[in-house]
C-alpha cells in the first residue's frame, strides 16, 4: 500500500525553524491595489555585512526554491542548499568576502507571507490570498533591505522566476543595484511560457481536494483533511519536462521501459517514473496553493508594464549587467536573453551562453559556467572596506 502524501508541504509557525530569520514588514501596497498586511519574509544569510555595507550580495530563488542556499537538509529544511556549488568560502559568492542574503518569496511557503499563512482573523488566507506581481515581491524584498540596513547591493542575481525579481530590482530600484545577474529569463512571459504555466495552474485547480485553495481551511479544522497532491504533482510533471530537453531526455531514458514494467501491460516508460518522482518530491515539500501565486506572477511577468514599454523601462539601469542564458533551454529560449542583453546595453549586444545538455535547470546545475559568470560580475562592481570573515 502506498504512502499518503501530506496534504500540504507548506512550512507552519511552530514548525523546526532552521536557519530561518523573520522580518516583519507590515502592511504591503499591491500593484493591482488593495494591499496585504502582517506580512512576513523569510530570509537566510551567509557572511558578515561589511562596515560600509556595500558587500551584500541577494540571491533570489526560482519557482520551487526558497531561502535555503547554503547547508544541509534537516530540520526546519526539506532540502539540501540548491546552490551548495556557487555560495560559501572560496566559490563564486564568496561568504568569507560578501553578505549573502536569500529570502524566501512573498506568496511562498516556506516562511514567507502566502496562501497557507495566517489572515488577521487567525484563519489561513486560503482563495482570499490576493493576486501577486512580481513588482509586489521585490517591494517586499525592499523592505527585507531596509531591516538589514543595506542601502545598495553589490549584486542582485537569481534565475528564472529569480530573474524576474533581478530585473525588478534593477528596473524599480535602480540605485540600490550596483550590478546584476539575470539567468535563463526574459524582459516579459512569452505566450508559450503562459501556455505551459496556465496548464500547471489548470491541473492543480481541477483536483477536487483543491476547493479554489480552501483546502487550506480544511486541512486548519482537520490536519488529515485531503489536499490537492495529484493536481500538485501533475503540475510539477509538466514543469520538469520544460526545465529539461528533448537531448537529455534521449540520452537519459529512450523508450526504455522502467525496471521489469511493461507498457504494454499498464506498466511505465522509464521517463514516466523519472517525471512522476519529480512529482512525488515536490509534494512533499511545496504547497499547492502557493505554486498557484508564483505561477500566476510569472505569467504576470512584464518589466515594461506602465513603464513605457521594456526599452525604457530597462535603460533606467545603469550598473553593471551579466546576463546568461542555456543553449539547450526549451522554456527561456537563448534568444530571450541575446535580447535583454540588448536592452540592457551589454557589450557586442549578446547574453553569455551557458552550454549544457540539462536545459533550462542548467542555471542550478553548471557551478562553474554560472560561478565565473557571478565572479566576473563583482569583479566588475568591486567590493568597499575590508572583508569580513565568514559567519552567520
Known amino acids: 500500500m502506498s504512502q499518503r502524501l501530506p496534504a500540504t508541504g507548506a512550512w507552519r509557525e511552530g514548525d523546526p525553524v532552521g536557519h530561518r530569520r523573520f522580518v516583519a514588514v507590515g502592511t504591503l501596497p499591491l500593484e493591482r491595489g488593495g494591499e496585504l498586511p502582517d506580512v512576513q519574509l523569510a530570509y537566510e544569510t551567509w557572511g558578515e555585512l561589511a562596515p560600509d555595507g556595500r558587500n551584500a550580495v541577494l540571491v533570489l530563488h526560482a519557482l520551487t526554491g526558497d531561502s535555503h542556499v547554503l547547508g544541509p537538509e534537516g530540520p526546519g529544511h526539506p532540502t539540501p542548499g540548491w546552490w551548495e556549488p556557487v555560495v560559501g568560502p572560496g566559490r563564486a559568492l564568496d561568504t568569507d568576502r560578501y553578505f549573502v542574503v536569500a529570502p524566501n518569496v512573498l506568496g511562498g511557503c516556506q516562511g514567507s507571507t ?128 520544460t526545465y529539461r530537453c528533448r537531448e537529455e531526455f534521449l540520452i537519459r531514458f529512450g523508450r526504455t521501459h522502467q525496471g521489469a514494467e511493461d507498457p504494454f501491460d499498464e506498466g511505465r516508460f522509464a521517463i514516466e517514473s523519472y517525471l512522476e518522482h519529480h512529482g512525488t518530491k515536490l509534494v512533499q515539500r511545496f504547497d499547492a496553493a502557493s505554486y498557484v501565486a508564483l505561477t500566476t506572477a510569472m505569467n504576470l511577468h512584464d518589466i515594461g508594464r506602465g513603464r513605457d514599454g521594456a526599452v525604457a523601462a530597462l535603460g533606467r539601469y545603469r550598473g553593471e549587467v551579466a546576463v546568461a542564458g542555456v543553449d539547450s533551454d526549451r522554456l ?16 557586442g549586444q549578446r547574453a553569455t551562453v551557458i552550454r549544457s545538455p540539462h536545459g533550462h535547470d542548467a542555471f542550478l546545475l553548471e557551478d562553474r559556467q554560472v560561478g565565473a559568470l557571478l565572479a566576473d560580475l563583482l569583479h566588475r562592481v568591486g567590493v568597499g572596506g575590508s572583508s569580513p570573515t565568514a559567519g552567520g
Open 114 to 241: 502566502g496562501p497557507a499563512s495566517r489572515a488577521p482573523d487567525g484563519r489561513p488566507w486560503a482563495s482570499r490570498f490576493p493576486t501577486l506581481t512580481i513588482r509586489d515581491q521585490v517591494n517586499a524584498e525592499v523592505a527585507l533591505a531596509d531591516h538589514l540596513g543595506i542601502d545598495t547591493w553589490a549584486a542582485v542575481v537569481g534565475g528564472s522566476m529569480g530573474g524576474m525579481r533581478v530585473l525588478e530590482w534593477a528596473v524599480g530600484q535602480p540605485d540600490r543595484v550596483r550590478g546584476i545577474a539575470p539567468l535563463a529569463v526574459g524582459a516579459a512571459s512569452t505566450a508559450d511560457q503562459i501556455a505551459l504555466q496556465s496548464i500547471q495552474i489548470h491541473a492543480i485547480r481541477s483536483d477536487r481536494h483543491y476547493r479554489g485553495g480552501d483546502y487550506l481551511l480544511d486541512l486548519d479544522d482537520d490536519p488529515d483533511a485531503e489536499g490537492p497532491v495529484v493536481g500538485l504533482a501533475l503540475a510539477r510533471r509538466l514543469a520538469h519536462w
Open 332 to 347: 527561456y529560449p537563448l534568444e530571450e536573453q541575446h535580447a535583454l542583453a540588448h536592452l540592457l546595453g551589454v557589450s
